[in-house]
């Protein structure tokens, strides 16, 4: 009588794994680069996003203060921030703060509502259209108008850029650019 063979055991060979170690790498190649894009974009989103609910929050501020509420460049990449920058680039981070005197400026004593630290490696520039090109600040009024109008560019070189649209109304709107920041 013939001895029985015993059942051989199935598994992958080297070989095998080494083509599908092959084939998810390139996989990875391939999607690692859009990855990267995608969320290049939604840190322009993001900070687009935030700087429109700091307005939003200063112009309800004035309001319901009844006074003006300031918004103004700072560089808050320490993580604080007690001044504003005195330039018109937002790519730093930003305050918003009470302006008591209505100056449209930090004074020492007025109180600081938020501090909004940047987002990592995007720039964010007013364009030429509007005043916000040569104001250092966007003021709230109690009556939600705005005192600068414009619209600011969030950019990070090789993605669509955001541009965040500031009317003196107080209308607040983002939109992608035409093209890619360079």
Excluded: H
């Amino acid at each position: 009588m013939p001895t029985a063979q015993p059942a051989r055991l199935r598994g992958f060979t080297l070989i095998e794994l080494l083509v599908a170690i092959t084939i998810f790498a390139i996989g990875v190649a391939f999607a690692v680069p859009s990855f990267t894009s995608l969320i290049a974009g939604r840190r322009l989103t993001t900070a687009a996003a935030n700087l429109r609910a700091d307005i939003s929050y200063a112009r309800i501020e004035a309001t319901r203060r009844g006074g003006s509420i300031g918004v103004c460049p700072a560089d808050v990449r320490s993580g604080t921030a007690s001044a504003c920058a005195g330039s018109t680039d937002w790519s730093n981070g930003w305050l918003v703060y009470v302006d008591t005197n209505s100056s449209g400026s930090l004074d020492g004593g007025e109180t600081i509502l938020r501090v909004r630290p940047p987002e990592k490696v995007v720039t964010a520039t007013p364009t030429s259209e509007g005043t916000l090109s040569s104001v250092q600040n966007v003021d709230a009024r109690p009556t939600g108008e705005l005192t600068a109008s414009g619209r600011i560019r969030f950019c990070k070189p090789g993605v669509t850029g955001t541009e965040l649209v500031i009317g003196m109304s107080g209308s607040l709107r983002t939109e992608p650019t035409s093209s890619n920041c360079s």
